[in-house]
């Protein structure tokens, strides 16, 4: 039996990953300038073919691949509209979520004909830490994609401060004219960070939650994580390591409310569930105008041929 | 071409190739399933507005949508982007259905107004909250809708569950409103089309003269186009813009007061249809005149009402419209291609007419 102090660590870290890889691949994209609020769109594709692929393929793994290449794919149409032709960022992602849950839902019904798809291989376990004598019990019990997703944070943590790269999509996000003068070429820049980096955290963050913590699809799978995650980029300050604690805390009073349900039947959980709104609204109304915004953040970048 | 100036001619060549591309990409994911695009949307169009009952459901479904759509408008027109619609919607038809199922007594001429009354006022309240983190702090406005949508759904189920539970409904809801508050009703067979039509009719005309006929309107317009401009010519652009928001916010709510007075008589746990996210489309596409949201709402009705004879007729589900509108949205956002692809388009034609010209 577990006491409820190990079950409300074990949740909250369950509940946050998703939060915190759609987090970091969304900084990606605001720091070169990007804006994405398509973030539960790439969610939601990228838990859709991860499912696709676990079914077509009989296993989690080319599931896990194939999640990610969703999120990829609604990235991509993401930077083509923003990155290669100037549209408008905001409705781009806001076109992109509606889009994805509206062909995710429609591709679940004529493939399985019902809006839930059949049960596929999952990845909840890591069996091999199971070996490791004292904590193996309990390392055992996290999603392999649990241990992806702290390897994702130290690298791109890394990525960020000391690669030249890292250096180049701050550069384009904050000054793209003088980015562009110093030889750097935007596009490419804003490109590889939205459809790379940030389609490879949203199709990951899509498949743990669809085989990473169950093994199907369903409508309103994502349910507003996505938009928690944009909101965790705004409250952590564009800094991965404060974004990653913003996630944590939504993830706690995630797991807090499904215990509150559990164990005081007579509180409603949705008082407990709105508990991170308010103080995320809270936060936000003492934080300010947030001087850590990359400046360029939600200006297109003209290419010469489609200016006027 | 001389009775149209070359820029609105620009414009509705631009709305032209954009639902062009979409309806393009749709067909082409049509074909792609097996199924005909043009027996798709026949049954689309037979079904929203084939028969009266098609018909009257499709402008019933419009109503919602052109209040939420002119609130998108309203602060688009002073360069916000509200897209707190939906949560503003949820909180006036919360607002609206304690007034008609609490206040007892009234006739239906002072309760009805009096309900709606109370659905603007809880949409506005609620977009008081973004338009102070917007004057006090500079706050990201987008961001705190977004919150607040989210929020907006929580606080429903929550208050439903914990104080306004009618223990005898079948679903989770509120008490049935009482009979002096439901809207009156224009017609009744083959379904009912109530007084909502009018009045979003007739808000839509005050917005009409609000925006083109009003130097109140002009200004809000001149701080939609140019911020600076307008603070530098003397114009109070805090004031339009936090305006603009609570008038969205109130007509928003209006629209929640309208869907539960005039159509479901209760408040349902987990009602949220996503009439504010039609809005955006409708908003951007007519360029935020009234005539054009009209027009598009009507057809965003249409794809609602008509989805459900299309997955009975042609076997695809329902669940396209999300598709459709998704697919939509995202070429709206490609707004500025397409206005070049036009223009470029015009230029050429521009270019002839004046080298013939030239030659007589």
Redesign the interface.
């Not at chain 1, 806001?94 to 062909?103: F, I, V």
């Given at each position: 039996m577990l006491s409820l102090f190990e079950t409300m660590i074990e949740a909250t870290i369950r509940l946050s990953v998703p939060i915190i890889l759609m987090a970091i691949g969304n900084q990606f994209a605001e720091k070169a300038g990007v804006m994405n609020?398509g973030a539960e769109g790439m969610m939601t594709m990228g838990s859709f073919t991860a499912v696709l692929g676990a079914y077509y393929s009989g296993s989690a793994v080319v599931g896990v691949l194939a999640g990610i290449v969703g999120g990829m794919l609604v990235a991509t149409?993401h930077s083509l509209?923003?990155v290669e032709?100037?549209?408008?960022?905001?409705?781009?992602g806001?076109?992109?979520?509606?889009?994805?849950?509206?062909?995710s839902?429609?591709l679940c019904?004529?493939l399985f004909s019902s809006g839930i798809t059949p049960s596929v291989q999952n990845l909840q376990r890591t069996e091999i830490l199971r070996k490791i004598p004292l904590v193996g019990h309990i390392l055992s019990r996290f999603s392999p994609l649990m241990y992806i997703s702290i390897i994702i944070i130290i690298v791109s943590l890394l990525f960020m401060k000391k690669t030249t790269l890292g250096m180049r999509i701050v550069a384009v996000g904050d000054d793209p004219t003088a980015a562009e003068t110093a030889g750097i070429n935007v596009w490419n820049v804003r490109h590889l960070a939205v459809c790379v980096f940030c389609g490879i955290c949203g199709g990951l963050a899509g498949a743990y939650l669809s085989i990473g913590q169950l093994s199907f699809f369903q409508d309103d799978l994502v349910n507003?994580k996505g938009?928690l995650a944009?909101?965790a980029v705004?409250m952590g300050k564009w800094n991965i390591g404060a974004l990653s604690l913003v996630a944590l805390m939504f993830g706690f009073f995630d797991a807090l409310q499904v215990q509150i349900q559990i164990n005081f039947p007579s509180v409603?959980p949705?008082?407990v569930?709105?508990i991170p709104?308010?103080v995320?609204?809270i936060a936000?109304?003492i934080s300010?105008?947030?001087s850590a915004q990359p400046k360029a953040l939600t200006q297109?970048y003209l290419k010469n041929k489609?200016k006027? | 071409m001389k009775l149209l100036s070359r820029d609105k001619l620009a414009g509705a060549l631009t709305t032209i190739l954009i639902l062009f591309s979409a309806f393009v990409v749709i067909s082409i994911l049509l074909l792609c399933i097996g199924v005909s695009p043009l027996s798709t949307f026949g049954a689309l169009f037979k079904g929203a507005f084939g028969s009266k009952l098609g018909l009257i459901n499709t402008i019933q479904k419009a109503v919602p949508i052109c209040l939420c759509a002119l609130g998108v408008a309203v602060a688009k027109q002073a360069g916000i982007f509200n897209i707190g619609i939906n949560g503003q919607m949820i909180i006036g038809s919360i607002a609206s259905v304690i007034t008609a199922v609490y206040i007892k007594g009234l006739p239906t001429a002072i309760h009805v107004p009096l309900c709606l009354i109370a659905g603007m006022l809880g949409g506005a309240l609620y977009a008081l909250i973004p338009t102070l983190g917007y004057l006090w702090r500079r706050l990201n406005i987008l961001v705190l809708c977004l919150l607040m949508n989210t929020m907006a759904v929580k606080i429903e189920t929550w208050l439903i569950y914990a104080y306004f539970k009618d223990p005898n409904a079948l679903t989770n809801s509120t008490y049935r409103i009482q009979a002096s508050s439901n809207l009156p009703n224009l017609v009744r067979t083959p379904a009912r089309l109530n007084i909502g039509f009018i009045i979003a009719l007739i808000v839509s005309a005050i917005m009409y003269i609000y925006f083109y006929k009003t130097t109140s309107g002009f200004e809000l317009r001149a701080v939609g186009l140019n911020n600076n401009g307008a603070k530098y010519a003397g114009i109070n652009t805090k004031k339009y813009i936090s305006s603009s928001l609570l008038i969205g916010g109130a007509l928003a709510g209006l629209a929640g007061a309208i869907e539960v007075l005039g159509t479901y008589y209760r408040l349902y746990v987990g009602f949220s249809p996503a009439y504010g996210f039609d809005g955006i489309p409708i908003s951007l596409l007519s360029g935020n005149n009234p005539i054009g949201i009209i027009i598009g709402s009507i057809v965003f009705g249409a794809l609602r009402v008509g989805s459900s004879t299309m997955q009975v007729k042609v076997g695809v589900s329902s669940e396209l419209v999300d598709v459709i509108q998704g697919v939509l949205i995202c070429f709206i956002a490609l707004e500025y291609l397409f206005k070049f692809a036009s223009n470029k388009l015009l230029g050429k034609i521009h270019h002839k007419e004046a080298a013939n010209v030239k030659s007589i």
């Open positions: 609020l149409i509209n923003t032709f100037g549209g408008n960022q905001n409705i781009s806001l076109g992109l979520n509606t889009l994805a849950a509206g062909l839902a429609f019904r004529e507003g938009m944009v909101i705004k409603s949705e008082l569930e709105l709104y308010i995320a609204v936000l109304f300010g105008e947030n297109p489609y006027f | -």
